[in-house]
């Protein structure tokens, strides 16, 4: 009689070496390559990947079934509140960029005060820990795309995403406004209006 161990289907399936399943992510800084619109009218292009450790494999595209990539999982959020007793700081009621930022700072209380090293992990690396702990330590208005990355490192849903969004972009904009109103004339500009008004005399 034949062993399983010299059968020519090779050895028996509990003995042989499994090779875990190959992870990849998207490469820092990738610019999509062959941008092109589909039939459905979305963008569609190319960007390339990298192999992660496989102790890092939950944060990638795992390639499986003979290479076909699967989507990433789908971004965790944090437990929402009961009905009618809505606790998450409110971006919109911001002011100013400390105003802001403070409300940031209760948004991360209220997701459970992450580590910044786990902040970092959550958003998928688009902000490094550093980068989190010197946006919160400061009252300057951060960057769009970092409070992005915050609010997803914080576990934030889509609604989060657009309430932060919204409530950034009018302090921008308010902060626009109030630079071009200080900002003085050009001196080609003051020369013309003073013509002007030398003509009107």
Sequence with gaps: MTSDLLSPS??????????????????????????????????????????????EGDQGVRNTRGGELDRQPPRSTAVPD??????????????????FVEAMRLFRRWAGTPSYRKMQQNC?????????????????????SLVEAFIAACGGS?????????AWRRLELRIADRSNRRSPA???????????????E
């Design 124 to 144: 998928g690396n688009r902000c490094s820990a550093t980068s989190f702990h010197t946006a919160l330590s400061q009252d300057k208005l951060p960057k769009l």
């Design 158 to 166: 889509d609604e989060e995403y657009r309430r932060w969004a919204t």
């Design 82 to 99: 009961l009905d009618g007793h809505d606790t998450r700081p409110d971006p919109l009621a911001a002011t100013t960029p400390a105003e």
């Design 186 to 200: 050009s001196p080609s500009l003051q020369r013309d209006t003073e013509e002007a008004s030398d003509r009107e």
């Design 10 to 55: 090779g050895p028996h399936p509990s003995l042989r070496r499994t090779t875990p399943s190959t992870v990849y992510r998207v490469a820092p800084d990738a610019l999509p390559k062959r941008v092109r619109r589909g039939a459905d009218g979305k963008l569609y292009g190319e960007v390339p990947l990298i192999p992660v450790p496989h102790d």
